[in-house]
């Protein structure tokens, strides 16, 4: 406080409210997501999950997985946890399919040798698809994370004012809390 300034005892829990938001949880917060450590984990976790997708060497997987990345539309959490899940459920399906699918295929074209690499590719795809998947999950679930903190932070920086209801009630100076009186407090605050 400054010398021979005042301030009602009403407005001096709001002022503290807001400073301890303002110093504890929103600068840190904004300094955190403005760096957007969200978006680098995201594309970072993405780019690895196309990585080993692509090491699958299954065309059918990789045509699926990138219509399928074309058209996300990621708005919060929930959508990111959900698109996820059908990617790592993708990735699974693909793998566990695989180890029937591409040795009978590669039988059909390329004889015994054919079935040799078909196993090599299955098994390849077994472990490379799912892992694909489980990475594709974590990358959509911090994307929607990343929107629902920008949405919250949005309503947060929209710098909506807030009017008084009613006038602050006026306290004697007996310090008894007494029912609130309209005239009592307009009579404060003149």
Same mark, same amino acid.
């Given at each position: 406080?400054?010398?021979?300034?005042?301030?009602?005892?009403?407005?001096?829990?709001?002022?503290?409210?807001?400073? $301890?938001?303002?110093?504890?949880?929103?600068?840190?917060?904004?300094?955190?997501?403005? &760096?957007?450590?969200?978006?680098? *984990?995201?594309? *970072?976790? +993405?780019? $690895?999950?196309?990585?080993? @997708?692509?090491?699958? *060497?299954?065309?059918?997987?990789?045509?699926?997985?990138?219509?399928?990345?074309?058209?996300?539309?990621?708005?919060? &959490?929930?959508?990111?946890? $959900?698109?996820? *899940?059908? +990617?790592? @459920?993708?990735?699974?399906?693909?793998?566990?399919?695989?180890?029937? =699918?591409?040795?009978?295929?590669?039988?059909?074209?390329?004889?015994?040798?054919?079935? +040799?690499?078909?196993?090599?590719? +299955?098994?390849?795809?077994?472990?490379?698809?799912?892992?694909?998947?489980?990475?594709?999950?974590?990358?959509?679930? &911090?994307?929607?994370?990343?929107?629902?903190?920008?949405?919250?932070?949005?309503?947060?920086?929209?710098?909506?004012?807030?009017?008084? $209801?009613?006038?602050? =009630?006026?306290?004697?100076?007996?310090?008894?809390?007494?029912?609130?009186?309209? =005239?009592?407090?307009?009579?404060? &605050?003149?």
């Amino acid at each position: 406080m400054h010398r021979d300034r005042f301030m009602r005892k009403s407005s001096i829990v709001p002022a503290i409210g807001n400073r $301890i938001w303002r110093d504890l949880i929103h600068n840190p917060l904004h300094l955190i997501f403005s &760096v957007d450590v969200l978006g680098m *984990t995201s594309s *970072t976790l +993405a780019s $690895i999950s196309r990585g080993f @997708a692509e090491l699958s *060497t299954d065309g059918q997987f990789l045509q699926l997985r990138a219509k399928q990345v074309r058209s996300r539309r990621i708005t919060g &959490v929930g959508d990111g946890i $959900i698109q996820g *899940t059908e +990617a790592l @459920a993708q990735g699974v399906a693909f793998g566990v399919s695989g180890v029937v =699918r591409k040795p009978v295929e590669s039988a059909r074209q390329n004889g015994i040798l054919g079935l +040799a690499h078909g196993l090599g590719r +299955a098994f390849l795809g077994f472990i490379v698809q799912p892992v694909s998947g489980a990475l594709d999950f974590f990358s959509l679930t &911090v994307d929607g994370i990343g929107a629902s903190c920008s949405k919250c932070f949005e309503v947060f920086n929209s710098k909506t004012s807030f009017h008084r $209801i009613r006038n602050p =009630r006026a306290v004697h100076s007996d310090g008894i809390l007494r029912e609130y009186c309209e =005239r009592e407090a307009i009579g404060q &605050v003149c």
